[in-house]
């Protein structure tokens, strides 16, 4: 069982692109959530999903779209990126909205 | 406005001695406490975690404590080794019912170094 994987594990990227990050989990959870975790900052909640089909926004949601068409998916998309999204995103996931979440491996962006 | 917070960015222990880890709250809405351990390169693994009915949970050497009048939490570790070194999360669960309930907030995270 792989649990939850990301995809990139690293990204360069220009500003103004678009960028997609992937997350899969085989786990069968009904919630999922992505965070960005900055240095001095911890982790932030971007959005979240709490079931297929439905999406809400975190802490920190601007400039950042999600979609969940799925269970196993929850794609985190960044439409025109900016530096200042340069950040470790986490995409973690819980058997219910509420339940100990758990996480994947990572995506390191820098955004230039 | 931090609702939860971890106000020592890092702390040094010897190995065998005991590691505390403080977490201060705001929200006494928060009904579920979590602590998440976060190698560097790897995403937060789920350590312990408490209900706010309780005041006490261990787990082999991992102890956490719930001051629920001071909302006050703290991570004992004991003994503490080498491997233990790592950044340590405390997370806080909502109980607002209503769009977005249940999320965690996390504090900024404490680093722990154990020292040989």
């Known amino acids: 069982i792989a649990g939850i994987t990301q995809a990139p594990t690293s990204q360069i990227l220009a500003a103004g692109r678009r960028m997609t990050l992937r997350c899969t989990q085989d786990?069968?959870?009904?919630?999922m959530y992505w965070y960005r975790q900055d240095l001095g900052l911890g982790l932030r909640l971007i959005h979240y999903?709490?079931?297929?089909?439905?999406?809400g926004k975190g802490e920190v949601p601007d400039g950042y779209s999600v979609s969940r068409a799925n269970t196993d998916d929850f794609p985190l998309t960044l439409a025109s990126a900016v530096p200042s999204q340069t950040s470790v995103y986490f995409c973690?996931?819980?058997?219910?909205?509420?339940?100990?979440?758990?996480f994947g491996p990572g995506t390191r962006l820098t955004v230039l | 406005d931090q609702q939860v917070k971890q106000n020592s960015p890092s702390l040094s222990v010897q190995e065998g001695r005991i590691s505390i880890l403080n977490c201060d709250y705001t929200?006494?809405?928060?009904?579920?406490f979590l602590w998440y351990k976060k190698y560097p390169a790897e995403g937060p693994t789920f350590l312990i975690s408490?209900?706010?009915?309780?005041d006490k949970n261990e787990d082999g050497r991992f102890t956490v404590f719930l001051n629920k009048s001071a909302k006050h939490l703290s991570l004992h570790i004991v003994p503490s080794q080498p491997g233990d070194s790592a950044v340590y999360f405390c997370?806080?669960?909502?109980?607002?019912?209503?769009?977005?309930?249940?999320?965690?907030?996390f504090g900024k995270g404490t680093k722990l170094s154990v020292i040989p």
């Open positions: 973690a996931s819980s058997d219910r909205v509420g339940d100990t979440q758990y």
């Open positions: 786990m069968r959870h009904n919630a």
């Open positions: 999903s709490n079931t297929a089909g439905t999406t």
């Open positions: 929200n006494s809405m928060f009904d579920y």
């Open positions: 408490i209900s706010s009915i309780k």
């Open positions: 997370a806080a669960r909502d109980t607002y019912s209503g769009a977005g309930s249940y999320q965690l907030t």
